[in-house]
């Protein structure tokens, strides 16, 4: 039976040999940040700005959204908060950015892909953000939805550069760019993995239906494999490799993300004391050692055994 355990979080995540890692929280509020940071989260790994704007028919102007980007970081002044520029599409369409008539949305003009169409919407949205950092305490730091190019990481980069925000990253949830993960850290400061999407477009099977949950898996091994080489990637560069899906929360999986590389974790606020709980019982090469065998298995049945019987040894 696995065990539940009711564990709060001090606000630092380090492993049993004093290797950090640090917690962070998802928000897609002003009350969710407030939750996270109540929950003592060192940061923000995700702000998922698409949240604040789910309701508007049209977009919303530059003033707008730099109060509502405020009020979202305000909680985290002096922490750093990872925002995310609108995901818009697939899952959380915006009538004001997508458009319905695709026949396979997730394969659509989503994420960064809106802004091919509409420049001028992540225009504001840099503006917007540049303007929020200026105006608080917190270490804002911007990444890019739905890459799958270099290409698009580089273009990403240098616009948000021009407009005043320095500290820019993309979010890995397509194969491509966890392959081309070298090439994309070579023009971007961090990534962050998007296990989420990630999942989904590795095993193509649609992240919303539940009767795929099984191919929807993150601990398929081929996702496992990919998720390496972007921990590889970033330890070979020396830059930040975060993970923003909802593997990070799980206790389970969270070591052996930390073994394939992450040197993040963000999360739903609730999961930071199990994941922190866990992570302070074992050492960094108990997770190599359990991601790699996780990731040597041939099903998602196997990875999840292999995984637990070294953490269990370990422990
Ligand atoms: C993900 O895809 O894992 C992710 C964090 O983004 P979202 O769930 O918002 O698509
Ligand atoms: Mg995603």
């Not at 009767?211 to 091994?221: A, H, I, N, S």
């Amino acid at each position: 039976r696995a065990r539940v355990e009711v564990v709060a979080f001090d606000g630092a995540g380090v492993t049993a040999d004093g290797i950090r890692i640090p917690l962070l929280a998802n928000v897609g509020s002003a009350a969710d940040a407030e939750a996270g940071a109540a929950a003592h989260a060192e940061g923000v790994g995700l702000f998922r700005t698409e949240f604040c704007f789910l309701d508007r028919r049209t977009a919303p102007g530059v003033d707008e959204q730099e109060q509502a980007y405020a009020a979202v970081i305000a909680p985290f002044d002096g922490r750093k908060v990872v925002v995310r520029t609108l995901d818009a599409g697939a899952d959380k369409p915006l009538p004001f950015a997508n458009d319905d008539e695709e026949e396979n949305p997730a394969l659509g003009v989503r994420g960064l892909r809106v802004a091919r169409r509409n420049p001028a919407l992540l225009d504001d949205q840099l503006a917007a953000l540049a303007r929020a950092t200026t105006a608080s305490a917190a270490e804002i730091q911007v990444m890019a939805p739905m890459v799958a190019t270099v290409d698009e990481a580089r273009s990403f980069a240098e616009r948000c550069r021009a407009a005043g925000l320095p500290t820019v990253g993309v979010m890995i949830e397509t194969p491509s760019a966890a392959l081309l993960a070298a090439e994309i850290l070579d023009v971007v400061d961090f990534v962050s993995l998007g296990t989420n999407d990630l999942t989904q477009y590795t095993m193509a099977a649609d992240r919303l239906l539940s009767e795929l949950g099984e191919l929807g898996d993150t601990w398929q091994p081929a996702v496992l494999r990919l998720i390496g080489v972007v921990g590889a990637a970033g330890a070979k560069a020396g830059k930040a490799v975060g993970v923003c899906g909802e593997a990070g929360g799980d206790p389970e999986l969270a070591p052996v993300l930390v073994g394939l590389g992450a040197t993040s974790l963000s999360m739903s606020p609730r999961a930071l004391g199990p994941v922190a709980a866990r992570l302070a019982r074992l050492t960094l090469a108990d997770c190599r050692r359990a991601a790699e065998a996780a990731a040597a298995s041939e099903t998602a049945a196997a990875a999840r055994a292999a995984a637990a019987a070294v953490l269990a040894d370990a422990e």
